[in-house]
């Protein structure tokens, strides 16, 4: 079955140390996002990739690193220094949202605990 | 930069009773979309906004787009437990790809 698969789906890290979310999509979709949900704040945008190679910064770009080095995966670095990396994340795909409806399609999302 | 609002945050309403959140762009927006995520689930899309004053209908539920491209409802008529989740918004502005999510609309329903 076509889907976005997210992984771990849940992580417990040490602070400073970085880690790493994968998100693979066999949707054949060109633009990827990342989102960070926390209670009350509903979702604000990390990053977000409109083709292989590319990618923009979001609302809270800070902290966080990816790369688009092919179609299906984006994965999503949590660094030192982000300050509060405690948090539900949740990659995103959609295709070109110009020609067609562009609805996104969520993966589970992994639950990172910095302790 | 591009802000979406979302009121109420929260609501509890009894089974039966109707149930209206309403989503407010800074900007203004290409299109719009809502998304139901369920307790511990994933946003779920549920429909998309194109045109100025559109209103969409799914069953129970209605969706508006304003005007002005920068607000928009969702009315959910004789709500019932399975209704129970967060709404979102979504709101892209034209010539991008980026999504900017509203506060979202928690909704508890009582039976």
């Known amino acids: 079955d076509g889907g976005i698969t997210q992984s771990p789906k849940y992580l417990f890290r040490k602070e400073g140390q970085n880690v790493t979310l994968s998100c693979e999509q066999n949707l054949n979709h060109d633009a990827m996002y990342w989102y960070r949900q926390d209670p009350g704040q509903g979702l604000r945008l990390i990053y977000y990739s409109q083709i292989v190679n590319d990618f923009q910064k979001g609302d809270i770009a800070e902290g966080y690193s990816v790369s688009r080095e092919k179609k299906e995966s984006f994965p999503l670095t949590v660094t030192s220094a982000q300050k509060n990396p405690t948090a539900f994340y949740l990659c995103?795909?959609?295709?070109?949202?110009?020609?067609?409806?562009?609805?996104?399609?969520f993966g589970e999302g992994s639950r990172l605990t910095v302790l | 930069g591009q802000q979406v609002m979302q009121i109420p945050q929260y609501q509890h309403v009894q089974e039966g009773e109707d149930f209206t959140t309403y989503c407010n762009s800074s900007t203004t927006l290409s299109n719009i979309q809502w998304y139901k995520q369920r307790p511990g689930g994933h946003p779920v899309f549920l429909i998309q906004?194109?045109?100025?004053?559109e209103v969409k209908k799914q069953k129970r539920l209605t969706f508006q787009f304003g005007e002005a491209k920068k607000n928009s409802s969702l009315h959910i008529t004789a709500t019932q437990t399975t209704d129970v989740g967060t709404y979102f918004c979504?709101?892209?502005?034209?010539?991008?790809?980026?999504?900017?999510f509203g506060t979202g609309t928690r909704l508890k329903v009582l039976a």
């Open positions: 995103a795909s959609s295709i070109k949202p110009v020609a067609n409806t562009g609805e996104l399609f």
């Open positions: 979504a709101g892209r502005e034209g010539g991008t790809y980026k999504y900017i």
């Open positions: 906004l194109v045109k100025s004053g």
